[in-house]
């Protein structure tokens, strides 16, 4: 079981992993547990509420990009599920409070009978290249010297292939070819689904928008910045396409 609090930040152990503890463990006995998913046949439970006293907590993100991928799906449900049950106490119709649903995740409104389930946003991620090229870019809140694929939500009534396109066009000012599915990753920050894509750079020159994007460029594959953490879908993609040019190369 894992232990948050409601500042957004996680219990760990003297590892700096996050710290997992039985269900019947004192240190929790006074919180409900919640289940937030099976992994290798273990169930695997979060809890969050002031901060224990006797337990040493860490800021959620870091932890979580750096933690083992096997730890990351449950810690990353664990969060998304507490996250819904403290923002959806009432209802979003009539006010009134709401119950745990008796079939699944939802909680529903005794009063209207209106029943919400935890959020899923889908975000598109693509990776741009040209030939041995790769279009990275900054945005604000990352840290000194990191690049990335560039990323964005998907509006309503639009595919995700369209959001690739407007979102690579509204950042930095190219035109893309048509993307291709790499892969999906769950992201609690905040309850994000990002769906990676890989696509060739078509035409224009980048012109940042000054705003979600700060700085832009072209790296060469021998030549690339700083990047993102091993856990994250972009540097995947990023290591993946590296790894097929280089191959490629020697055959």
Known sequence: MFVTSNDRMIAVDTNGDPLLLDLDDAVVADYEPVLAGTLDDVNYYGVRGEIIGSLQYQPLRPILIQTRSAQFVPVSAAMQVLDFLHEHQFCGQCGRPTTPSR????????????????????????????????????????????????????????????????????????????????????????????????????????????????????????????????????????DAFISERFNSQER
């Open 103 to 238: 079939s699944d995740r939802g909680r529903t409104c005794e009063s209207c009978q209106l029943t919400q389930y935890p959020r899923i946003s889908p975000c598109v991620i693509v990776l741009v290249t040209r030939g041995d090229e790769l279009l990275l870019a900054r945005a604000p809140r990352f840290v000194d010297g990191m690049y990335s694929t560039l990323a964005g939500f998907v509006e309503a009534g639009e595919s995700a292939e369209h959001a690739c396109h407007r979102e690579i066009f509204e950042e930095v000012g190219v035109e893309i070819s048509t993307p291709i599915y790499q892969g999906s990753q769950s992201w609690p920050f905040k309850h994000s689904l990002m769906l990676g894509y890989h696509a060739e750079w078509r035409l224009g020159d980048i012109k940042i928008d000054g705003n979600e994007i700060i700085d832009a460029q072209w790296f060469k594959i021998d030549n690339l910045p700083k990047l993102p953490p091993r856990a994250s879908i972009s540097r995947g993609m990023i």
